[in-house]
């Protein structure tokens, strides 16, 4: 029998599985990755913790005792927000002090809560040009938010914005939700 001259046919075939290799680490690498910021964006933006805190601020808004007043209303038109207060709830000091023991039950920082137009443009035109206001945390929030041109499929004219603080591990955290209001 004779022998066959296969000295370069091993390297060849080397080289092949390699660049096969790279070429499928490189394909999982470019969508694993962006897999793992998004991951991390949902670790801090609208998470489940905030979403079920800014509901119950929610209920607060479109409580009958929450005034919000035509005044109010031309001024999230022009600024493209106003900031909640429960100075504005209607009635006795007890539904007061049940609206800021919400909030400090929810975390929520009680000097960053918007009500903004359902459409987010006005309120990212008024974040862009006016940046000293807004730490760049929620400016990151505020622009990751999707552009919503139409109105709400449920009838809803406003959004809440709410910043929560939390602490875990002994480090300080902000996160951060939005949820539809109707008023």
């Not at 709400?152 to 300080?172: E, M, P, Y």
Request: proline share 2%.
């Amino acid at each position: 029998m004779r022998k066959l001259n296969n000295k370069g046919f091993m390297l060849v075939e080397t080289l092949i599985v390699a660049v096969f290799l790279v070429t499928i680490f490189s394909i999982l690498y470019t969508n694993f990755y962006p897999l793992i910021g998004e991951y991390e964006r949902r670790e801090f933006y609208d998470d489940i913790d905030s979403k079920y805190s800014i509901y119950w601020i929610k209920r607060i808004v479109q409580s009958g005792s929450y005034r919000l007043t035509e005044a109010d209303k031309t001024t999230i038109d022009r600024n493209g927000f106003i900031k909640f207060s429960c100075n504005n709830i209607i009635g006795d000091e007890d539904q007061k002090a049940t609206c800021q023991e919400t909030l400090t039950r929810t975390g929520a920082d009680p000097n960053n809560i918007y009500i903004i137009d359902f459409v987010t443009s006005d309120f990212k035109y008024a974040v862009d040009n006016n940046k000293s206001s807004y730490d760049e945390d929620l400016r990151e929030y505020i622009n990751y938010l999707p552009e919503f041109t139409k109105g709400s499929l449920n009838g809803a004219q406003f959004r809440l914005i709410v910043v929560f603080h939390n602490t875990k591990d002994d480090n300080d955290f902000y996160s951060y939700a939005t949820i539809e209001v109707k008023k």
